[in-house]
């Protein structure tokens, strides 16, 4: 027994300085990135309010539901509002589950929902279409804030409290007729491959010199910049120009985001920010 005691103590002694070292070097490792994360600076934006000069310009259009009573919202399909002026103060949009439609009444800084109909569609998550629904009925006022480049609706109830929070859409930009420019670097503009997006409706139409494409888009709230193509189709018809569609397709799958070049030209992005296709505005007769 004192044998193996003495063993023992031995054993401690001669890893000790090794077991020492490794603790002041993962002590310095620490010092080092305790002092860099002290060094940096932190640029994150305020929340700025934006002062309501025209409500009917500035409200106008089309808002993602991004949170509820402070908490995310999750839903299976994309909740959303548009706001109607020109219909007369209509509002419509999708709860997460179901098409609604209703009208709203403005009055300076006073907001208003009424009337609301729905598709009356079976939900998967029928807590989260109601809780929608019932902070709707709860609006009452309103404020409009920005962050960065992006604007958001702040709907509360008559205590003031916030009970929804919308983000405007930023791919307004992305709207209208393209020729694709670029495919991975190359140039294919003399191809006349176009396309036509509604960011609004969420569609895509197209044609790649040998087939008609057409497909859905899908946007998430929580992203700015952020399209993705899916479900795309072409008539298939077997032609030359087969491999450029094609290379058209993929990419157009790859896409995760896009970005504006200049007045003109969009880039779109795929997952690690590298340009898969180059987009030049045209006009469509």
Known sequence: MRKYIVITLLMALLMAPATMDARKKKDKKMEKRGVSVENVTNVEQPMRE????????????????????KKKVYTLERAYLYLDFAG???VYGNNGCNTINGTFQLSGNNLMFNEFITSGKSCHNV???KTIMHALADVRKYTLTAQYNAQYLNLMNAKGNVVMVLKRHNLDAMNGAWLVKEIDSENVAQLN???VIDAVMQTIHGDSGCNIINGIITLDPTKDMAIQFEDLRSTEHDCERIDNETALL?????????KRINQYEMALLDNKGSIVIV???INLR
């Open 279 to 281: 987009l030049q505005r």
């Open 250 to 258: 993929l990419a157009l799958e790859r896409t995760e985001s896009c």
């Open 193 to 195: 491959m176009r396309l």
């Open 127 to 129: 807590t989260a279409e």
């Open 88 to 90: 007369g103060n209509k």
């Open 50 to 69: 934006i002062a309501i000069t025209n409500a009917a310009q500035q409200l106008y259009g089309e808002w993602d539901i991004v949170s509820m009573r």
